[in-house]
């Protein structure tokens, strides 16, 4: 029996081996270039994402300057007009009154005053005036407020000036120039009494019993010791003010003291 052998496999022709050497490479070009169109764009969707970014910082940062310029702009116009830069300098509180004897209703009354036109930016409100009133005072004198100052009170105090001419009706005495005309009229200055001394006391009674200011000059003379008006009874009529004639006065005390002292 004849055996057939096939005839052997005949290797691929050169065309064959090149065009699938092409095909591959044509894969991997088109495989590169694929990759690199992912590439383009994902680098321009990167950068369309950059430019949206610092679009969105350049408005924040526009609207941040924009707010500051306006509150710069308002501290300086509104902000100066609505309140003050600064507060006025804190002047001395005033000893609390409780009897009216020290310190004086009057010269308490004077210090409260002060303080309400001095340091008026100090306080809010008149509640605040009020408060600061009542703090300013202690034993009888609070006492006399209390019951008008409670939140409770029908008759409550509106302001710090009810309060105080709630406290004037009590401490002032209503007889009060009546008695200092009569205390006035019998002062007379005493011999070896410094002028000074005396005159303190004369314009002090003079302020309480309202003595028109043409009457001091005279006054002054008529209350002083004959020794003084001795020396100055030539000179009156040139010395024809009251402050001309308390000068002329204090001059001549002092030298009238300088003497005395060298005779002795």
């Known amino acids: 029996m004849d055996t057939q052998i096939d005839p052997p496999l005949e290797p691929e022709s050169g065309d064959d081996l090149e065009d699938a050497d092409v095909a591959q490479l044509r894969e991997q070009i088109r495989t590169l270039s694929q990759g690199r169109k992912d590439d383009q764009e994902t680098l321009k969707l990167i950068l369309e994402q950059l430019a949206t970014l610092a679009a969105a910082q350049g408005a924040q940062q526009n609207t941040i300057r924009s707010i500051r310029s306006i509150e710069r702009d308002d501290t300086s116009t509104t902000g100066s007009q609505d309140r003050p830069l600064k507060y006025s300098k804190k002047q001395p509180d005033p000893a609390p009154l409780s009897n009216g004897v020290d310190p004086t209703f009057e010269s308490w009354k004077l210090q409260i005053q002060g303080k309400f036109r001095v340091n008026a930016d100090h306080f809010e409100d008149e509640e605040?005036?009020?408060?600061?009133?009542?703090?300013?005072?202690?034993?009888?004198?609070?006492?006399?407020?209390?019951?008008?100052?409670?939140?409770?009170?029908?008759?409550?105090?509106?302001?710090?000036?009810?309060?105080?001419?709630?406290?004037?009706?009590?401490?002032?005495?209503?007889?009060?120039?009546?008695?200092?005309?009569?205390?006035?009229?019998r002062l007379m200055m005493k011999p070896g009494q410094p002028f000074v001394e005396f005159?303190?006391?004369?314009?002090?009674?003079?302020?309480?019993?309202?003595?028109?200011?043409?009457?001091?000059?005279?006054?002054?003379?008529?209350?002083?010791?004959?020794?003084?008006?001795e020396k100055l009874a030539v000179h009156l009529r040139t010395l024809d003010s009251f402050a001309e004639l308390s000068a002329c006065c204090l001059s001549l005390d002092s030298e009238l003291r300088r003497i005395a002292t060298q005779l002795d």
């Open 199 to 229: 005159q303190t006391q004369f314009l002090h009674l003079a302020g309480e019993a309202q003595t028109p200011a043409e009457n001091l000059r005279l006054d002054l003379y008529d209350k002083l010791t004959t020794q003084m008006q």
């Open 128 to 185: 605040a005036k009020m408060l600061y009133l009542f703090n300013r005072t202690t034993g009888d004198a609070q006492k006399h407020l209390q019951p008008r100052y409670d939140n409770e009170s029908q008759v409550r105090f509106t302001t710090a000036q009810e309060m105080i001419q709630h406290l004037a009706a009590i401490y002032v005495n209503p007889n009060k120039v009546r008695d200092a005309r009569y205390d006035y009229n």
